[in-house]
Nanobody, 123 residues
């Protein structure tokens, strides 16, 4: 059974830090690119950060560059999102997603979502 379980969310003051974790099971984690999305109340879900399955190449939304860091530990089947210098506008439900991309065609072959974890940045 495929599972992605996020943890580490909570309430933090502006300027503070949080580290989100997403533990994967039920599939070959190392073959999947991993991404973090977020969805604020009343807004569309947006991509925050991603890391490739091979090489660990990362990408970030402009709004979080320099503040957030995505990393993965294939031995632990876990992806992390270190969030520093948090702002009220970072408040959202954060979701991790596993993506299997074809190395031949570049097409997305499948994906899984976690259930999300709430991050609230407020004084």
């Amino acid at each position: 059974q495929v599972q992605l379980v996020e943890s580490g969310g909570g309430l933090v003051q502006p300027g503070g830090s949080l580290r989100l974790s997403c533990a994967a099971s039920g599939f070959t984690f190392s073959r999947y690119a991993m991404t973090w999305y977020r969805q604020a109340l009343g807004k569309e879900r947006e991509l925050v950060a991603g890391i490739t399955s091979v090489g660990g190449i990362t990408n970030y939304a402009d709004s979080v560059k320099g503040r957030f860091t995505i990393s993965r530990d294939n031995a632990k089947n876990t992806v992390y999102l270190q969030m520093n210098s948090l702002k009220p506008e970072d408040t959202a439900v954060y979701y991790c997603r596993a993506e299997l991309w074809s190395s031949r065609s570049g097409e997305l072959r499948g994906s899984f979502w976690g259930q999300g974890t709430q991050v609230t940045v407020s004084s």
